[in-house]
């Protein structure tokens, strides 16, 4: 009943810049935070940046100066600016939330499909 959908997810070349976004729809009365995941073949799954309801954030070292996540409380959406990208940024991204359901539901944990990220040299 809680659905998470990424978009903006393509091909471009090295030094580019790429934007995601993740909406979170269906019955949710409080996103606690989301975040954006990465993973390549034959790698785990790796923190990219999350965002908190307070505001805080947090970024692997790998993206910190080129990535930023920023977040649309009235819209259920996060998203992703990807800037100075590099080949090695190529993965499928995967969106993540930790929300209720409602006021008297548990907190639980949620993910999107992936959307693949594909930078060229």
């Known amino acids: 009943q809680v659905q998470l959908v990424e978009s903006g997810g393509g091909l471009v070349q090295a030094g580019g810049s790429l934007r995601l976004s993740c909406e979170a729809s269906?019955?949710?009365?409080?996103?606690?935070?989301m975040g954006w995941y990465r993973q390549v073949p034959g790698k785990q799954r790796e923190l990219v940046t999350t965002?908190?309801?307070?505001?805080?954030?947090n970024y692997a070292d790998s993206v910190k100066g080129r990535f930023t996540i920023s977040r649309d409380n009235a819209k259920n959406t996060v998203y992703l600016q990807m800037n100075s990208l590099k080949p090695e940024d190529t993965a499928v991204y995967y969106c993540?939330?930790?929300?209720?359901?409602?006021?008297?539901?548990?907190?639980?944990?949620?993910w999107g499909r992936g959307t693949q990220v594909t930078v060229s040299s």
């Open positions: 965002i908190t309801s307070g505001g805080t954030t």
């Open positions: 993540n939330a930790d929300l209720f359901q409602s006021a008297r539901a548990i907190l639980r944990n949620y």
């Open positions: 269906g019955s949710i009365f409080k996103i606690n935070a």
